[in-house]
């Protein structure tokens, strides 16, 4: 089955760094797209940022030049590195990938806290 696991949240000050990770089971590792989002409170689930196969990525305007989204196929995880943090960026970070097999699955989520 399907397991999606993140790790690495925590509180953080303004301009700091953080790096989740999300390992998978139970996906093709080496062909699926892997992507996160993140949930702040009160306000909707949105995109941050995802990577394919082939290493293509794409970030929200939001986090583009602040955060780097990679994958390593040999230890099956995907990362994503968070630089200059800010408040805003105060949220749930959920993995997910993205219709495998015609279903979308997401992880339980690892909380950040940026202080201010």
């Known amino acids: 089955q399907v397991q999606l696991v993140e790790s690495g949240g925590g509180l953080v000050q303004t301009g700091g760094s953080l790096r989740l990770s999300c390992a998978a089971r139970?996906?093709?590792?080496?062909?699926?797209?892997i992507g996160w989002h993140r949930q702040a409170p009160g306000k909707q689930r949105e995109f941050v940022a995802n990577?394919?196969?082939?290493?293509?990525?794409n970030y929200a305007d939001a986090v583009k030049d602040r955060f780097t989204i990679s994958r390593d196929n040999v230890k099956r995880t995907v990362f994503l590195q968070m630089n200059s943090l800010k408040p805003e960026d105060t949220a749930v970070y959920y993995c997910?990938?993205?219709?495998?097999?015609?279903?979308?699955?997401w992880g339980r989520g690892t909380l950040v806290t940026v202080s201010s």
């Open positions: 997910n990938v993205p219709n495998w097999r015609s279903r979308d699955y």
């Open positions: 139970g996906i093709n590792f080496s062909i699926n797209t």
């Open positions: 990577i394919s196969s082939g290493g293509n990525t």
